[in-house]
């Protein structure tokens, strides 16, 4: 049994590296997880740019899949697991028992964003070896079928994506304007579809990008290094706006945007991770001076086994193919350079997989 394993961590705001720690043991309910295989989100360049505040020597990562190496004893008694099963794990590990689990806003359990633990109030997912606590809840068996990456992705991407869709109360055949298409609203792009939108309107400059937003489903993109977005959706809904709209990015800007492109009655979604500024600002005519009917709905990545297992079903049922969002691999050693790349999005970065050897 390893004693030491390898980390790659926050040492402070603006610096990571790599770290040994020992292998975490699991309490009575938890688990113990060998990685396998590991995505780098953005989440994790606005973590270290300071966007939660300073961390010290905290382990980062919260996108991962392995084998249970360890289960606690109660965890083990379930019976639903056992020592070597491949299994997932969702960026947001909630206990399911308190108050706000219990009033349906697990990912907020606890407290606003207490969901999220991995890299924010525990050790993440990039190291040997990772931590899940309330392991009956958490660990999402990996179907035969379905690779260790294609996994990867419902930890966050997917769900994430899914999300903005599902809160996005796209009406079947109504309009949807996704701001950004990354990796979180190339999955919004895929959701709106499996929701029935008629109209999907892609906002998005890089080429890339643009053409897997196409692959992904848009039917239209609005380059908005070329033309005002809000402009060209107004013109592409007969001045009307859209049904829907989701924030996919974290910036004022798009978000500002989002809502003066919404119709009377729509919705605003947003899944963005707003890392910096002191407030996200509402255009007040646009908002109808606060009396427009336009609904705002914000969503931390769900959680659960259950979320976790319909998301695989998705792929397995060939209903999306999350594989074109990676767009490079690292062994696990080079993570810091995949991180480096993550922050300039350089060489047409989308996401990083990153091997961990057996």
């Given amino acids: ?6 980390c790659f961590v926050m040492h402070g705001i603006g610096k990571v590296g790599m770290l040994e720690k020992p292998v975490p043991r699991p309490g009575p309910i938890d688990a113990v997880i060998r990685t396998t295989a590991a995505l780098v989100c953005t989440s994790d360049v606005h973590t270290v740019g300071g966007a939660i505040g300073d961390r010290r020597n905290l382990t980062l990562g919260h ?23 491949r299994v997932a794990v969702n960026a947001i590990t909630p206990c399911y028992a308190c108050e706000n689990c219990q009033r349906g806003f697990p990912s907020q359990c606890g407290e606003m964003l207490g969901g999220w633990k991995f890299a924010n109030v525990k050790d993440g997912s990039f190291a040997e070896y990772f931590h899940v606590n309330n392991a009956v809840a958490n660990l999402a068996p990996i179907p035969d079928g379905l690779t260790d990456e294609q996994a990867a992705y419902c930890c966050d991407m997917l769900s994430t994506g899914f999300v903005g869709a599902e809160h996005a109360n796209i009406p079947i055949g109504g309009s949807v304007a996704i701001f950004s298409q990354g990796p979180v609203g190339l999955m919004a792009t895929v959701g709106a579809r499996l929701r029935g939108a008629g109209l999907v309107i892609g906002v998005e400059s890089m080429p890339n990008r643009i053409a897997l937003a196409k692959k992904y489903g848009c039917d239209v993109i609005v380059d908005f290094s070329k033309e005002d977005p809000v402009e060209a959706i107004l013109k592409l809904t007969g001045g009307k706006g859209v049904d829907s709209a989701i924030e996919a ?22 899944t963005g991770y707003h890392g910096d500024g002191d407030g996200v600002p509402i255009p ?3 908002w109808g001076v606060g009396m427009g009917d336009k609904t705002i709905r914000t969503a931390l990545c769900p959680g659960g086994s259950e979320r976790m297992g319909r998301l695989m079903r998705l792929i397995q049922a060939g209903r999306v193919d999350p594989l074109a969002l990676t767009t490079h691999r690292f062994p696990f050693h080079e993570i810091e350079k995949a991180f480096r790349m993550m922050q300039t999005k350089e060489d047409g970065m989308i996401k990083p997989l990153i091997s961990f050897s057996k």
């Fill in 249 to 270: 990015l974290g910036s004022a800007k798009t978000f500002a945007a989002c809502v003066s492109a919404t119709r009377p009655g729509g919705t605003i979604s947003n």
């Fill in 1 to 6: 049994m390893p004693e030491i394993m390898k």
């Fill in 63 to 85: 996108e991962a899949v392995g084998v249970i190496h360890e289960l606690g004893e109660f965890a083990a008694a379930s019976g639903l697991f056992k020592i070597g099963q």
């Fill in 284 to 286: 007040r005519e646009a």
